[in-house]
């Protein structure tokens, strides 16, 4: 069974740092195309990253809105997926999911994440 | 950014046939996927690459079109289809529609 576990999230104030943990379990991960997607309070879907496997030498994208501060990585030995978020701002705040492949067939429950002073 | 725009509600009787439309601002050839995300929940894949049924999904949803216009039908709609229903496209990058929020008269 594919299974995929997002933790970290909590509430921040803005300008400061959080990091997600996407932890896996059920397929193959080394070989997989991760992804982070949130979605907002008003439930606007947003593609956040992505981070290639290792035969793609794990090649990263970003969403404009996060690049430069946010930060996706990987640990295929622990078969997760990481999101370092910096200078974090109220607008990111939101409901974070990771997934995988091109069409997302798979998402793990979200960790929600509040940036308030 | 390739944009994906989406009626914002629709209301259907249990038993009828509903087509949620999206439609993009540039050509995605047939790289459009359908979600649906029910309150509290993560989305879930109904159709991949315009017309394909995920897997455990009923045969009451289907997705048709290619290039900017593309459909998702139900039919017939019953109860537990009352859900928020997302069109996402991964020909330039990735991203979502706004949703349509399906209600049952």
């Known amino acids: 069974e594919v299974q995929l576990v997002e933790t970290g999230g909590g509430l921040v104030q803005p300008g400061k740092s959080l990091k997600l943990t996407c932890a896996t379990s059920?397929?193959?991960?080394?070989?997989?195309?991760m992804h982070w997607v949130r979605q907002s309070p008003e439930k606007q879907l947003e593609w956040v990253a992505q981070i290639k496997a290792k035969s793609n030498n794990y090649a990263t994208y970003y969403a404009e809105s996060v690049k430069g501060r946010f930060t996706i990585s990987r640990d295929d030995s622990k078969s997760s997926v990481y999101l370092q978020m910096n200078s974090l701002k109220e607008e990111d705040t939101a409901i974070y999911y990771c997934?995988?492949?091109?069409?997302?067939?798979?998402w793990g429950q979200g960790t929600l994440v509040t940036v308030s002073s | 950014d390739t944009v994906l725009t989406q009626s914002p509600a629709l209301a259907v009787s249990p038993g009828e046939r509903v087509t949620i439309s999206c439609k993009a601002s540039?050509?995605?050839?047939?790289?459009m996927h359908w979600y649906q995300q029910k309150p509290g929940q993560q989305p879930k894949l109904l159709i991949y690459k315009a017309s394909n049924l995920a897997s455990g999904v009923p045969a009451r949803f289907s997705g048709s079109g290619s290039g900017t216009d593309f459909t998702l039908t139900i039919d017939p709609v019953e109860a537990d289809d009352t859900a928020t229903y997302f069109c996402q496209q991964s020909w330039n990058g990735w991203t979502f529609g706004g949703g349509t929020k399906l209600e049952l008269k």
């Open positions: 997934t995988w492949g091109v069409w997302f067939a798979y």
């Open positions: 059920g397929f193959t991960f080394s070989n997989a195309w």
């Open positions: 540039e050509s995605v050839s047939t790289r």
